[in-house]
């Protein structure tokens, strides 16, 4: 689900790359030189042709955008994927905070899929207990491996809206890395080299349950990714020299309030017995 956060389109903050799918998503298709034409002559943007050239070029790599006849256009399965993304953010954001019985969904990337945890568990979600903190069992700490320093804004709310109490059996140097970030965001608790199993990772926050499931390739991917990254800089030199897409990660959401309580429970539990 590539440059699904390109559609923030927040009028203060949009890119280049942002105007150039807005501007495509109004008319199209269009050449290089009409996009140009479109985002300095119609909307004032001043960016040179060669730093629309390669924001397109890039877009076309990620899947957003295709070219056919020298022109681009949205490409068809983004769009569908976008759709799916942001229609599950829409089960997360109503008043009711509720999602149907059961909704399941598939990321290919280890960028957009933390991101869409982070934005569908950053309010309170209350049980009849009142228990809105988030609980977690985890293979690695959830981080972008696309990070954005607009992304450590998100991992703060989320901090400070929904309490995240996470636990993994992991302790590589990114786990580390990322641990650190966590405690600066005043996450309550991020327990790295824990003593349990976390084949599927599990999160609980109130009524809901999500678990993420991933491939055996996947696992490795990731597992070598975290290994081998020990800051940022790192992480921004790996991702650029293996652009870590085309993984299998699929993400099932239920609603069971009895099951959501003994999950809770049990990863209390063992984060409990950690500490010792």
Not at 81 to 101: G, I, P, V
Not at 206 to 213: A, E, M, P
Request: glycine share 4%; with cysteine; hydrophobic share 35%.
């Amino acid at each position: 689900m590539n440059s699904v956060e390109l559609l923030t389109l927040n009028p203060k903050t949009k890119t280049t790359k942002e105007i150039i799918i807005h501007t495509l998503g109004n008319r199209w298709p269009l050449s290089a030189k009409e996009i140009h034409h479109a985002l300095s002559r119609e909307q004032g943007i001043d960016v040179s042709y060669q730093a629309i050239h390669k924001s397109i070029q890039e877009l076309e790599e990620n899947g957003a955008i295709k070219k056919e006849a020298g022109k681009y256009s949205l490409d068809n399965e983004w769009i569908d994927k976008s759709q799916s993304y942001f229609k599950s953010l829409s089960m997360a954001y109503k008043e009711s905070n509720k999602f149907t019985s059961e909704n399941t969904l598939k990321f290919n990337n280890y960028t957009d899929f933390p991101l869409f945890l982070g934005n569908i568990f950053n309010e309170p979600r209350a049980t009849k207990d009142e228990q809105t903190h988030i609980y977690a069992i985890a293979r690695h700490l959830f981080w972008p491996l696309k990070f954005s320093f607009k992304d450590f804004e998100l991992c703060r709310s989320v901090g400070k809206n929904a309490q995240p109490h996470i636990i993994t059996p992991a302790s590589t140097p990114f786990d580390k890395e990322i641990q650190k970030y966590y405690r600066v965001a005043k996450w309550p608790e991020a327990t790295i080299g824990a003593d349990i199993q976390a084949e599927e990772d599990v999160i609980v926050q109130g009524n809901t349950i999500v678990q993420v499931s991933y491939s055996k390739e996947t696992k490795e991917k990731i597992d070598k990714i975290y290994e081998n990254v020990h800051n940022l800089a790192d992480l921004f030199k790996f991702y650029m020299k293996n652009n870590s897409d085309g993984l299998a990660i699929e993400v099932k959401i239920t609603q069971n309030e009895q099951l959501a309580k003994m999950m809770r429970e049990n990863i209390m539990q063992k984060i409990k017995e950690a500490r010792k």
